[in-house]
């Protein structure tokens, strides 16, 4: 399968599935990297994975409606069979989410479906959670929302800060995405219409 990757910021996460992408069994390739911020270091990464890139500059245009149109052209150009969102901070339009539906994960910083949208380890810290997390799940029109394939815990410590918790969690972010995306590309996950079927049984 075609992997494209879409991301926003500093890509450890694409760093990760660049890697996994590497060993000689990965069922999936990597094709293209998209990103919405001209100087993101996920382009770098991307230069020197050798993996094509483009950048969509939101600020380039007047609506969330145009900017898509953009985005889906470049990435059909592609031709993709899987797109995966690392750290890729743009919401989507619901025509967008739609016509990669079953084929677009996104990787959350929280146990769904806790702490849907941004500053999720702050929150988990006010809340006095003793356990906190990641979540991959496929992308529906519910921003966050979508039926949840895996998630990994930390335990949070008693001095834990925002800064802290962050790097526990993506420790666990850089092991379950590939591993994840391997599931997708091997064919074991998909998305039913009551949610993630599981080598064909719902989860
Ligand atoms: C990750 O923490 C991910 O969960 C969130 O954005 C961050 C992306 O980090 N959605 P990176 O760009 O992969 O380093």
Redesign the pocket.
Same mark, same amino acid.
């Given at each position: 399968p075609r992997i494209l990757v879409l991301?926003?910021?500093?890509?450890?996460?694409?760093?990760a599935l660049i890697e996994a992408s590497r060993e000689r069994d990965f069922p999936g390739q990597i094709v293209a990297v998209g990103c919405n911020q001209p100087g993101a270091f996920?382009l770098e990464r991307a230069a020197q994975a050798n993996i094509e890139s483009f950048v969509v500059n939101h600020k380039d245009f007047g609506s969330r409606e145009e900017f898509d149109a953009s985005l889906m052209a470049e990435i059909l150009r592609h031709n993709p069979d899987l797109i995966v969102? #690392?750290?890729?901070?743009r919401i989507l339009t619901t025509d967008f989410v739609r016509a990669f539906r079953g084929r677009m994960l996104?990787?959350?910083?929280s146990l769904l479906p806790k702490y849907t949208g941004l500053n999720t380890h702050r929150r988990a810290l006010e809340a006095g959670d003793r356990v906190h997390g990641?979540s991959i799940h496929f992308v529906t029109e519910e921003l966050d929302g979508g039926p949840v394939i895996a998630q990994a815990e930390v335990s949070v410590s008693q001095d834990e800060t925002p800064e802290s918790l #962050?790097e526990k969690?993506?420790a666990e972010?850089h092991i379950l995405y590939p591993i994840v995306v391997r599931w997708f590309c091997e064919g074991r996950i998909q998305l039913g219409s009551e949610g993630v079927l599981f080598d064909g049984q719902p989860l």
């Open positions: 991301a926003s910021g500093s890509g450890t996460n694409l760093q996920a969102l #690392a750290g890729f901070m996104n990787i959350h910083p990641v #962050a969690v993506q972010e």
